[in-house]
């Protein structure tokens, strides 16, 4: 366990990062081993009700183009993941009404039927019906990032949202049976060390059995175009005391981690944060390999789109060797809260 001050402290200290980085591999050593998590994303609608600032799928933006994946290309693609060997398919949309419970149970029953994997839904705020449904449908787990402990910069971000809201849907998806992810954004315009702080002590007291950490990046058509994106040495120190705290908690090195370092930041969050999931994007190319406009899910200006191959190759650059004979579901499961 680790206090605010010490935490605090860690954030602040550039010059112990290294340190701090080297203990962070120890603990994902003694708690993950040298295996990996390769899990694939369908990114299935950039479709999104609501206008956080921050988000270029947010409602307002005009530039954007839109698209809604079938039910029948879900599944489709998710069998395609599958059949490629890997044991999780992420599911992951705007929060767009468009899929109604009865679409997703149907399409969550459809991927179930055919393959042998854990499905992991990212669909932002739902009615409580509907995640129950979900859950009784056979998904196992679902990723909501709770984005910042900050209440005032949460409500800033998220027009009309409130952080509290937000907690009790978290909770409420443990009770149900999820296993839960949850995740910030480091560098947010406004937010202070004591904020990230605040972050990992939430990480500390929920022990979740996903984190998602990832920096902001500014986008070209949002209200914070002009900001500037995050630190990647402070977004790994923020990754190295979230391994830190949550112990066997599974980690992922996230797409955009990439975008802020296409050459290293996902090699650097394995090795130095102590990530030790890697979720690269499987969405189908629709007129050729080098176009795919119409799956465009850009959360930031030119997210990158890691293939399973890139993500392989991460995996190989840190000395990590994907699980392959589980589905890779929570090691709190096993080994209790950290």
Do not use: W
Request: neutral net charge; contains cysteine; proline residues 4%.
């Amino acid at each position: 366990m680790l206090n605010s001050k010490e935490i605090l402290n860690a954030l602040r200290d550039v010059a112990g990062q290294r340190a701090l980085f080297a203990e962070a591999d120890r603990v994902r050593a003694a708690n993950c081993g040298q295996t990996a998590q390769l899990r694939g994303v369908v990114h299935f609608s950039n479709h999104c009700r609501h206008d956080d600032l921050y988000c270029g799928l947010r409602r307002s933006n005009r530039n954007i183009k839109r698209f809604r994946m079938s039910p029948e290309q879900i599944v489709e693609t998710s069998l395609a993941i599958a059949a490629a060997g890997l044991r999780t398919v992420v599911l992951q949309a705007g929060e767009d009404a468009h899929y109604t419970r009865e679409m997703l149970c149907g399409i969550i029953r459809g991927i179930l039927d055919k393959a042998d994997v854990a499905i992991t839904l990212s669909l932002g705020e739902r009615p409580l019906e509907d995640l129950l449904a979900f859950r009784e449908a056979g998904a196992a787990r679902y990723l909501m990032k709770h984005e910042t402990m900050n209440p005032t910069l949460y409500a800033e971000m998220r027009p009309g949202h409130a952080l509290a809201d937000r907690l009790r849907t978290i909770e409420s998806l443990r009770e149900m049976g999820y296993q839960t992810g949850v995740g910030d954004i480091v560098g947010l315009p406004g937010q202070t060390l004591e904020d990230l702080c605040a972050d990992i002590g939430f990480f500390q007291d929920f022990q979740p059995d996903m984190v998602n950490i990832g920096p902001f990046i500014p986008h070209a058509d949002t209200p914070l175009r002009d900001g500037a994106a995050a630190d990647m040495d402070l977004m790994l120190r923020v990754f190295a005391l979230t391994r830190i705290v949550t112990g066997n908690t599974h980690l992922a090195a996230a797409n955009t981690v990439a975008t802020l370092d296409p050459d290293n930041g996902q090699y650097r969050a394995f090795i130095q944060g102590g990530a030790n999931v890697i979720m690269p994007n499987c969405n189908p190319f629709l007129k050729s390999k080098t176009d795919k406009i119409e799956y465009e899910f850009q959360i930031t200006t030119r997210k990158r789109y890691v293939s399973v191959e890139e993500a392989r190759n991460v995996l190989r650059r840190a000395g990590r060797v994907p699980e392959t004979a589980s589905r890779g579901d929570s090691l709190k499961m096993q080994g209790g809260r950290f």
